[in-house]
């Protein structure tokens, strides 16, 4: 199978997409895999196998690879003789800005490329935290209580102390401020607004059991993957979720009901239905008194959460055989040629 | 002012932007105006001021016209001698699918275009009838109750008939029925799901007053149109919204008293504050009993709906200085360094 892995991107998280891409390189050994970095400035890269390190692009050595451009249906090649066309199915690999925004997305249903990834909706609805609360309150799905601060906004806080301030749009725990007393909010709102003109604030809720799925729909249903109660930490800092992008391999299943499981599949296929097809996505769960809560939807998950599936390869190719296809409206002139014949022109 | 207007797309109102864009060329006589019009197979034409005539694409004359393609910062004319750039500020004046379902946002803020037009996200929650009830909800704004209908889906109609039948994604009554009696409905749904795989449906409301009011944010508020009392008709047909696109006579004001041209006003910048800065914007609203219910966001309407602003040139210039602007994100390899670094690499 081919597929090419598209990655970089500028964002805040460019660096843990590269770590992504190498993990995967090593975990789909049974794939004839691409890869296509996109740098700070929007370029694309065909990059060798062989140069898949972290070094290649912190030295900018990506740079003597060669460069493509996006045409219909494939990335292009151009030389002196003639361009080499890369039309397989991508990999939607860049993390944060960019690759889960939706730009990406639209770029390729723009040129008609297949992809694995979310679709430009479903990315509106997971990238902007204020917009996952829209669609939890639209679909009935229980999540975290919150207030929307807008920057240069005078406006007092309802919630009580300890609160969670988080920019609306960022992922990896960037900007992201556990607020105990009132003294530190003025500052910790601060810190958000350097990242996003929207900032949430939640409750901080202390010793909350956090569960992890992941799932993708192929053959008509969901696929999910096994659950994981992931490590304990106050949050994640960059660099301790900088190392979870790189796990290859596979965790223990969270000790917990076929009860609770049940509903945290049932919250997960409200979320995904009708909006996530052609992405593997990983939905992170609080549960509060027995309470399922969403937490946070992640549509391109760190290294596809591989560690999550018990056989990653052959879900991969599922997802492959299950992709959304955009179809490109016609366009017709029946109406202009009305009026041209009515004009007699 | 320079002003590229950027129409066409591959889209069913492909022949509808080509009449806005004429339609516009006549209104903004004091602009320096480009043409690039996008066609059914997504390349990028040149279009000579002189030959801004529909004929020019329905007889496919456009294609003798210069290729453009998309470089960082601008549309590039590539010829023997070297590339033209054009870097001005671009109108994105592509209606229905491409233009307003973020496809050509997402594209324009890739390769860091200027524009005056709904961004991305905003048009997640304007062209898909399922995701305004959304946005509805959530920032408390009314509108009529709907069902949800997916296809494949076996479901009972809860609403009470007459009701009215909407493609989720469609503009230009494409695809829409009125329902009067049940066993019209299964028709009225297959019709409907031709265009799109999610359906809503609403109840039909005879005789309800439509108030339609436009307005755009610069310099921190809210530029208002005046308010119009559209024509009334059922609904309007594709040759009658076809029309409607080619306006350019100021309308008058609709006779409503001050208190409700407030509440129209109220509604409409829950609507845009915080979502379709950058974009020139119609709501349509319905006003039942007295009540204001939001039916359709048209975040690039025909022809910007100049016809309803007094001095549509002077709000233009206004809108192309309060322009949000998209900053790339920094990539940092500070990370990969420090590792590297431990590693003695």
Same mark, same amino acid.
């Given at each position: 199978?081919?597929?090419?892995?598209?990655?970089?991107?500028?964002? &805040? %998280?460019?660096?843990?997409?590269?770590?992504?891409?190498?993990?995967?390189?090593?975990?789909?050994?049974?794939?004839?895999?691409? &890869?296509?970095?996109?740098?700070?400035?929007?370029?694309?890269?065909?990059?060798?196998?062989?140069?898949?390190?972290?070094?290649?692009?912190?030295?900018?050595?990506?740079?003597?690879?060669?460069?493509?451009?996006?045409? $219909?249906?494939?990335?292009?090649?151009?030389?002196?003789?003639?361009?080499?066309?890369?039309?397989?199915?991508?990999?939607?690999?860049?993390?944060?800005?960019?690759?889960?925004?939706?730009?990406?997305?639209?770029?390729?249903?723009?040129?008609? +490329?297949?992809?694995?990834?979310?679709?430009?909706?479903?990315?509106?609805?997971?990238?902007?935290?204020?917009?996952?609360?829209?669609?939890?309150?639209?679909? $009935?799905?229980?999540? @975290?209580?919150?207030?929307?601060?807008?920057?240069?906004?005078?406006? !007092?806080?309802?919630?009580?102390?300890?609160?969670?301030?988080?920019?609306?749009?960022?992922?990896?725990?960037?900007? @992201?401020?556990?607020?105990?007393?009132? /003294?530190?909010?003025?500052?910790?709102?601060?810190?958000?607004?350097?990242?996003? /003109?929207?900032? *949430?604030?939640?409750? &901080? +809720?202390?010793?909350?059991?956090?569960?992890?799925?992941?799932?993708?729909?192929?053959?008509?249903?969901?696929?999910?993957?096994?659950?994981?109660?992931?490590?304990?930490?106050? &949050?994640?800092?960059?660099?301790?979720?900088?190392?979870?992008?790189?796990?290859?391999?596979?965790?223990?299943?969270?000790?917990?009901?076929?009860?609770?499981?049940?509903? *945290?599949?049932? $919250?997960?296929?409200?979320?995904?239905?009708?909006?996530? %097809?052609?992405?593997? +996505?990983?939905?992170?769960?609080?549960?509060? !008194?027995?309470?399922?809560?969403? !937490?946070?939807?992640?549509?391109?998950?760190? /290294?596809?959460?591989?560690?999550?599936?018990?056989?990653?390869?052959?879900?991969?190719?599922?997802? @492959?055989?299950? *992709?959304?296809?955009?179809?490109?409206?016609?366009?017709?002139?029946?109406?202009?040629?009305?009026?041209?014949?009515?004009?007699?022109?």
């Amino acid at each position: 199978m081919k597929l090419t892995i598209l990655f970089g991107g500028a964002s &805040f %998280e460019h660096e843990i997409s590269i770590v992504s891409a190498i993990t995967l390189k090593e975990k789909l050994t049974t794939f004839d895999l691409n &890869f296509v970095f996109c740098d700070g400035d929007h370029q694309f890269y065909l990059i060798d196998p062989a140069k898949m390190k972290a070094t290649t692009f912190s030295k900018g050595e990506h740079k003597k690879q060669p460069l493509l451009t996006l045409t $219909n249906g494939a990335f292009s090649q151009k030389s002196m003789f003639g361009s080499k066309e890369y039309a397989d199915v991508v990999l939607n690999l860049i993390h944060g800005g960019d690759g889960e925004d939706g730009t990406i997305a639209a770029l390729l249903d723009f040129y008609s +490329i297949k992809y694995i990834g979310p679709r430009k909706e479903a990315c509106t609805f997971s990238y902007d935290k204020r917009f996952t609360k829209y669609l939890c309150e639209a679909i $009935n799905v229980k999540s @975290v209580k919150y207030e929307v601060f807008y920057k240069n906004e005078q406006k !007092n806080l309802d919630l009580e102390f300890p609160v969670i301030v988080k920019p609306a749009t960022l992922g990896s725990s960037i900007g @992201v401020s556990i607020v105990k007393e009132e /003294s530190e909010f003025d500052y910790a709102l601060d810190t958000a607004f350097e990242y996003d /003109s929207v900032v *949430l604030v939640e409750p &901080f +809720i202390e010793g909350v059991k956090e569960y992890n799925l992941a799932g993708f729909s192929a053959d008509n249903k969901i696929n999910f993957s096994i659950v994981e109660e992931p490590q304990k930490e106050e &949050f994640l800092d960059f660099e301790k979720k900088y190392m979870d992008f790189s796990r290859s391999e596979s965790v223990s299943k969270a000790e917990i009901e076929e009860e609770l499981i049940n509903k *945290l599949k049932t $919250n997960f296929e409200k979320v995904y239905r009708g909006l996530f %097809e052609g992405a593997l +996505i990983r939905c992170d769960f609080f549960v509060v !008194n027995g309470e399922v809560l969403l !937490n946070e939807i992640n549509p391109i998950p760190g /290294s596809m959460a591989n560690y999550l599936f018990e056989d990653f390869e052959a879900s991969l190719l599922l997802l @492959v055989n299950a *992709l959304p296809h955009k179809k490109r409206a016609k366009i017709s002139y029946d109406y202009i040629h009305s009026i041209s014949q009515a004009k007699g022109k």
